[in-house]
């Protein structure tokens, strides 16, 4: 998967996200997948470890762990569960921009509409967007730099083609079906059966998670259809896997 985006133009990784499985990894498993993806991939990719945490002490030692396996970044994240005030949901501009000027500071994931976006662009904030669905019109009309992607894991060409090359509202609308179907449920399900249906990821889900229902693993064939085989990261056939085909573990 990974020399699939490296040869789609894509720049960087997360690994861990707070939407992806990192939720789900101890921090051993946590900080070694981020060492691993920097040993084979860290000449060719910018490797951005979460290490964020509901803990600020959590936080820090992951992020100390996380540089002194070389990754390049770090993503961090407003406390998720223990609210802190005003920083208990959202994180709000007057915030932002009392960090803003720290050096470790390179920019910020917005996931909050095009108004953040535009009030961060014009104040010289670097910004990423947190939304593939909104992606296209957060980078050509509100100032977002580029995205961080989920659809990208699975169409690295047509993300970096909507982002970079024009203003493509034809491919932007084709993609719509994808966005959505990807968050039905919440991330990292729809993209995790993807893979499992694509065969780039064995059928094993970490509980609570579970994989989507048969109905939408057939969709799924059908926009693959519609968008191109050619254009995602695996072009052989895929199969709709019954729900025997996957393994539910309770405990790892």
């Given at each position: 998967m990974i020399h699939t985006q490296i040869a789609n133009g894509v720049e960087?990784?997360?690994?861990?996200?707070t939407t992806s499985e990192g939720r789900l990894m101890t921090w051993d498993e946590h900080i070694m997948l981020i060492a691993r993806t920097i040993?084979?991939?860290?000449?060719?990719?910018?490797v951005i470890g979460c290490t964020g945490s509901n803990s600020t002490t959590e936080a820090i030692c992951?992020?100390?762990q996380g540089f002194a396996v070389a990754m390049d970044a770090f993503l961090q994240v407003n406390p998720y569960y223990g609210k802190t005030s005003m920083t208990g949901q959202d994180i709000p501009l007057p915030v932002i921009y009392s960090i803003a000027g720290n050096p470790n500071m390179v920019g910020v994931k917005e996931c909050s509409g095009i108004h953040r976006i535009q009030d961060y662009a014009a104040n010289g904030l670097a910004i990423w967007s947190g939304n593939d669905r909104d992606c296209h019109d957060d980078g050509w009309t509100s100032g977002a730099a580029e995205v961080i992607s989920?659809?990208?894991n699975l169409?690295?060409?047509?993300?970096h083609k909507l982002m970079f090359e024009n203003v493509n509202l034809s491919l932007n609308t084709k993609l719509m079906r994808l966005f959505d179907w990807l968050f039905v449920e919440p991330n990292p399900t729809g993209l995790n059966t993807a893979l499992a249906q694509h065969s780039i990821a064995r059928p094993i889900f970490r509980l609570p998670d579970v994989p989507l229902p048969i109905e939408k693993r057939t969709s799924f064939v059908q926009i693959v259809e519609?968008?191109?085989?050619?254009n995602f990261v695996v072009e052989k056939d895929m199969d709709v896997l019954e729900d025997d085909d996957f393994i539910l573990l309770p405990r790892y």
């Open positions: 960087g990784v997360v690994v861990g996200g040993t084979f991939f860290g000449s060719s990719l910018k992951a992020t100390e989920v659809a990208a169409i690295p060409g047509l993300m519609e968008i191109g085989r050619l």
